[in-house]
């Protein structure tokens, strides 16, 4: 019988310990190996659906009539009959000037024609005397044709009186400046006792009972809008004030511009907005929303998507519960949803939440989830 020394002995218990270990290790780790490779995860099967797409552009808000008030002739500031700010009405007289020497010159050019129907009336006696001695044969036809001449010239003259005489009325009307229109006055640069030249700018007044709203947008939006535009809900906007707050009331695409900006390559549209409390002002800022129905379009939210080397790509899902990395061409992105142009089609499964911890090949349990629960139809979304 062979007797082992201690040191064999202690050598061959260690050895046998760690086999043990390694294989109580091994046995342990494929479990968990598993448990983590088949992670329950939250997955969505991609559905075409109808919706709204929101899409906000800066807007710029302008009065539909905004006119500057200018004098028409020089003077001196009379009169300032209303305020800053205030509501005035069409044809409500405004400022005065000093009239006096339009008023003397209106006087000159009635002293004028008034002057020249008498003489017009005197020639015209003349040759009616003068028609009746040239028949009895008194004096030659030469005479009458000379007082013909005079009487035609006087004539003229007299048109000439009352030309001067109706642009002396016009000057003395401008002395008076009144509202072309309705509206708000904006601010009085000139006090009383102020010198006015010819096209001196008294103030300006806006009609601002609607408002007229532009923004741009891209020709491939333009194009979008165009091709959906049998549905009338497309020229429906809404307009969001610059503290972030909507507006109450919507507006309507009216018209847009003939042609493209070479330079931002956009085109500007026209928006009609009712303002019966005028809260909304010219030169006043915002966002338009505008709306544009779609159909039968994919959607994946932004939460399921990574992108790689400007790629964009989500985890689908085959028979086996294996998740593939699968890249797509989004068409428009929103505040949390894709739209899809390419790459996705329906019913491929995709992993909703939790991609990050995910690598190709993995093995998950599928949590599946509803995919019009992610319906932007319940929020308003951003154009990134």
Do not use: W
Not at 73 to 82: A, K, N, Q, T, Y
Not at 166 to 172: I, K, N, Y
Not at 205 to 220: C, K, P, Q
């Amino acid at each position: 019988m062979k007797i082992l020394h201690a040191p064999h002995y202690f050598t061959i218990t260690l050895l046998v310990f760690a086999c043990m270990l390694y294989s109580s290790c091994s046995t342990e780790s494929k479990p968990r190996e598993k448990k983590i490779r088949e992670k329950s995860l939250p997955v969505m099967q991609v559905t075409s659906i109808d919706t709204a797409l929101y899409r906000e552009y800066v807007a710029d808000i302008k009065a539909i009539q905004n006119v500057e008030l200018r004098s028409r002739v020089p003077g001196f500031l009379e009169e300032i009959l209303i305020d800053e700010g205030k509501y005035v009405k069409k044809g409500q007289l405004l400022f005065k000037t000093n009239d006096e020497e339009y008023k003397a010159a209106l006087a000159k050019a009635s002293a004028n024609l008034t002057s020249a129907i008498a003489e017009a009336k005197a020639l015209e006696y003349e040759v009616d005397r003068l028609r009746i001695m040239v028949n009895k044969n008194v004096i030659s036809e030469s005479e009458l044709k000379v007082a013909l001449a005079k009487h035609n010239a006087v004539l003229a003259k007299i048109e000439e009186a009352k030309s001067a005489y109706a642009h002396a009325d016009t000057q003395l009307g401008y002395t008076e400046i009144k509202a072309p229109f309705s509206g708000i006055i904006d601010r009085i640069p000139h006090r009383i006792g102020s010198l006015l030249d010819q096209g001196s700018l008294l103030t300006k007044v806006s009609d601002i009972s609607a408002v007229h709203v532009y923004f741009n947008v891209s020709e491939r939006e333009y194009l979008e809008y165009v091709n959906t535009q049998e549905d009338s809900n497309n020229d429906i906007v809404k307009l969001i004030l610059a503290d972030g707050t909507p507006y109450p009331y919507e507006g309507k695409i009216e018209t847009m511009e003939g042609e493209f900006n070479a330079n931002t390559g956009s085109i500007a549209f026209r928006a009609r907005f009712p303002n019966q409390k005028q809260i909304l002002k010219h030169g006043a800022t915002g966002k338009v929303v505008l709306t544009n129905q779609v159909h039968d379009v994919l959607m994946v939210p932004q939460k399921a998507v990574f992108e790689i080397q400007d790629r964009h790509y989500v985890f689908v899902l085959d028979e086996n519960n294996q998740v593939k990395m699968k890249s797509f061409i989004p068409k428009v992105r929103f505040s949390h949803y894709y739209v899809v142009e390419s790459g996705i089609e329906e019913g491929d499964k995709i992993v909703y939440e939790g991609i990050q911890d995910l690598q190709e090949g993995m093995t998950i349990q599928p949590k599946f989830i509803a995919a019009h629960h992610l319906s932007p139809l319940q929020e308003t979304p951003t154009v990134q």
